[in-house]
């Protein structure tokens, strides 16, 4: 089992930045993995934002986030970040990180999941 904590949501007014982290306290990520997030808006369903390969640092975007935000990976930390420029309302949710194997993130598989931060884009 991999736990995975999620900081740094918060309130921040339109045209703001986040910047989200997500760490795996007790576990090595190793080139078999990639880590992602999804967010989840009151009302709708779950969506994908962005995922990085670990050992290829291959990133991937939603195109409602590509240009706005970029994912990075720290390896020697074992953690994810997710740092969110030019905030619109339409980015409130919550955002999870999520663990899977490399050859399954592609599929929109994960198998591991955190618990949510809370993102509000408001002014």
């Known amino acids: 089992q991999v736990h995975l904590v999620e900081s740094g949501g918060g309130l921040v007014q339109p045209g703001g930045s986040l910047r989200l982290s997500c760490a795996t306290p007790?576990?090595?990520?190793?080139?078999?993995?990639?880590m992602g997030w999804f967010r989840q808006a009151p009302g709708k369903e779950r969506e994908f934002v962005s995922y990085i390969k670990w050992a290829a640092g291959i990133s991937v975007y939603a195109d409602s986030v590509k240009g706005r935000f970029t994912v990075s990976k720290d390896n020697a930390s074992n953690t994810v970040y997710l740092q969110m420029n030019r905030l619109e309302p339409e980015d409130t949710g919550r955002y999870y990180c999520?663990?899977?194997?490399?050859?399954?993130?592609?599929?929109?598989?994960?198998?591991?999941w955190g618990q949510g931060t809370q993102v509000t884009v408001s002014s």
């Open positions: 007790g576990h090595t990520l190793s080139g078999y993995y990639a």
């Open positions: 999520a663990l899977g194997f490399a050859w399954k993130v592609e599929k929109g598989e994960f198998d591991y």
